[in-house]
């Protein structure tokens, strides 16, 4: 089992930037598979991104590629996502999540373990 924890959420101006990061406690990090995913209100929580285990592999969702990018640190357990040319609709609360399995999957319903989340807010 995993814990996760997202940090580095807050308000920022559009065209700005931020990064979350998601600190893992449990069994080996490196043997998950690491996403992203964020929820705006009314909305269904969606796939942002994700890396594979050896940080070999990444993916991305249509609408944040160029501007999103996913990092992993084994040795510190962590996921990043750095957020540059933000833009409104970029608000929401953002999720890591972690998957045993190796391919990263767009679909929530893949992953066993969820953080709490960290709230994204981009003003225009």
């Known amino acids: 089992q995993v814990q996760l924890v997202e940090s580095g959420g807050g308000l920022v101006q559009a065209g700005g930037s931020l990064r979350l990061s998601c600190a893992a406690s449990g069994r080996t990090f490196s043997s998950y598979t690491m996403s992203w995913f964020r929820q705006a209100p009314g909305k269904e929580r969606s796939f942002v991104g994700g890396i594979s285990r050896s940080a070999g592999v990444t993916r991305y969702a249509d609408s944040v590629k160029g501007r999103f990018t996913i990092s992993r640190d084994n040795a510190k357990n962590t996921v990043y996502l750095q957020m540059n040319s933000l833009k409104p609709e970029d608000t929401a609360v953002y999720y890591c999540?972690?998957?045993?399995?190796?391919?990263?999957?767009?679909?929530?319903?893949?992953?066993?373990?969820w953080g709490q989340g960290t709230q994204v807010t981009v003003s225009s």
């Open positions: 999540a972690a998957d045993l399995g190796y391919v990263i999957f767009a679909s929530a319903e893949n992953y066993d373990y």
